[in-house]
């Protein structure tokens, strides 16, 4: 978290076309959208993958954290360290439960306050644990599933959250920033429906890393806004490449790569030959706002919380690809799922999309095709919104529906839309699609119906709505 943290094919036999994406608006949605439910539980580990550490988030509404797990860091800087933690944010970090507690529903609340002299307090913790760090030849896996503060435009001047790690030499000196590593997997300021992920290191000013900014990368949310929705946000530091590489993903796509041939070893070694604590924290004012158009002031709204439902670090003993294999079961049907995330399909393909945020899509897709998604969590309180990311390159009078099955690929589909022609196989939009109310964990389906026999769609994602 530092002072200016982050920056402002048809590949198928069948098709042979490849489009350039243009650039997609980042407008956020409205800041009135509801809070959506949290999980009650994280995702079981995927398959080669062991949990060295868990925190759910479970307890009594207004009581604090896990204080086996966390630690609060309070005041205005370390004991000895860079005033207003070195970034010129302006609040006071508390233990209070007013600014860091539980919400009684498995999330954890981090809420700025402001009192009636302008002052501004909030809340800041740290895993005690600073030895998270991939094993040899394996992989480190730091996720959260998170909704960042809702508010958005004037309201949200100041604000800046953020889900991060720091080296473990770090805590107790406090004078050998950036040289000991920072890697920042969820960052976001002025309520911008944008996350930022950076890695820190080298020497600052400039130096390797390009300090104070660092090698960063940033991309919207998508489905629905950063704000108005929990999404996923992780990093995969990955010692089974060559070179080894630190991987940043929003919703399971890989959005930012820093390798370590990106710098000289000497650079490398000095940020990531040692363990990283995990930090949760939002921060009020500080260079990074700045950047975007300063801290807060009288229209700043406090009150609004970072909402946290939970932290999970996994390890890979190694020998893998160096990407995270398919999730099965416990999806969250209100975060992105990945077309290219099924747990079986007929007649898809997956390929590498240009879309934002790159990673992959499904196509090839006719017809009779069809791809399924186990363990999808609807919750209590019914879906009544599909919302597919779509693109297709169709001939003339070549369309088809998209279709939403629960449970079985013959089930009557509860929601669909229909799809021509978009302007390329990588030309993408979002359709959104009313579909009958549904709760509960499902198996769902996607199936493709078409009264042609070619290829009428791609798939990059889907989620749904209330």
């Not at 079986?344 to 069809?370: L, M, P, R």
Request: with cysteine; net charge negative; proline share 6%.
């Amino acid at each position: 978290m530092s002072e200016t943290s982050g920056t402002p094919r048809r590949g198928s036999v069948r098709r042979v076309l490849i489009a350039v994406l243009g650039t997609l608006s980042l407008a956020a949605a409205a800041a009135t959208a509801a809070t959506l439910p949290a999980n009650a539980s994280a995702p079981t580990p995927p398959t080669g993958w062991s949990q060295v550490f868990l925190d759910d988030f479970t307890g009594t509404a207004g009581s604090g954290v896990n204080t086996t797990n966390w630690q609060y860091t309070t005041g205005t800087s370390y004991p000895g360290g860079p005033a207003n933690f070195g970034t010129g944010e302006v609040e006071t970090m508390t233990s209070s439960t007013s600014n860091v507690a539980l919400d009684g529903s498995g999330n954890l609340l981090i809420t700025p306050r402001r009192d009636a002299s302008g002052n501004w307090t909030s809340g800041r913790i740290e895993t005690k644990r600073t030895d998270f760090q991939p094993p040899a030849g394996g992989k480190l896996r730091v996720e959260s599933r998170l909704q960042m503060p809702n508010v958005t435009g004037a309201a949200a001047k100041g604000y800046w959250p953020a889900f991060w790690t720091l080296g473990a030499p770090y805590r107790g000196n406090y004078q050998n920033w950036p040289g000991v590593g920072e890697l920042d997997i969820m960052e976001n300021v002025q309520g911008l429906n944008t996350e930022w992920a950076t890695m820190h290191c080298g020497t600052s000013p400039g130096g390797p890393c390009n300090e104070t900014s660092g090698i960063g990368n940033n991309t919207p949310c998508t489905g629905t806004t950063c704000q108005a929705g929990f999404h996923t946000y992780a990093m995969e530091w990955d010692r089974s490449t060559s070179p080894e590489e630190v991987r940043f993903y929003l919703d399971g796509v890989n959005f930012h790569t820093v390798k370590a041939n990106q710098v000289d070893a000497t650079t490398w070694a000095n940020a990531t030959n040692h363990g990283y604590f995990i930090i949760l924290n939002v921060a009020m004012g500080g260079g990074f706002p700045g950047a975007f158009g300063g801290g807060p002031d009288s229209g700043t709204e406090p009150g609004h919380p970072l909402v946290v439902d939970y932290v999970q670090v996994l390890q890979s003993a190694g020998g893998g690809g160096g990407t995270t294999p398919p999730p099965t079961g416990n999806r969250d049907a209100y975060s992105a799922i990945q077309a290219e995330s099924y747990d079986s399909q007929s007649g898809v393909v997956s390929e590498t999309t240009t879309d934002t945020g790159g990673g992959q899509d499904i196509g090839t897709i006719a017809n009779g095709d069809y791809a399924v998604y186990k363990g999808v969590n609807f919750g209590s309180s019914a879906a009544t919104q599909f919302h597919g990311r779509v693109a297709s390159g169709a001939a003339g009078g070549v369309s088809g529906l998209i279709e939403v099955r629960l449970d079985s690929r013959t089930s009557t589909p509860v929601a669909s839309f229909a799809l021509a022609n978009t302007g390329g196989w990588q030309s993408w939009r979002t359709v959104p699609a009313n579909m009958s109310s549904v709760t509960g964990t499902h198996d769902v389906y996607l199936t493709f119906t078409s009264g042609q026999p070619a290829d009428f769609v791609n798939v990059n994602w889907f989620d749904f709505g209330h």
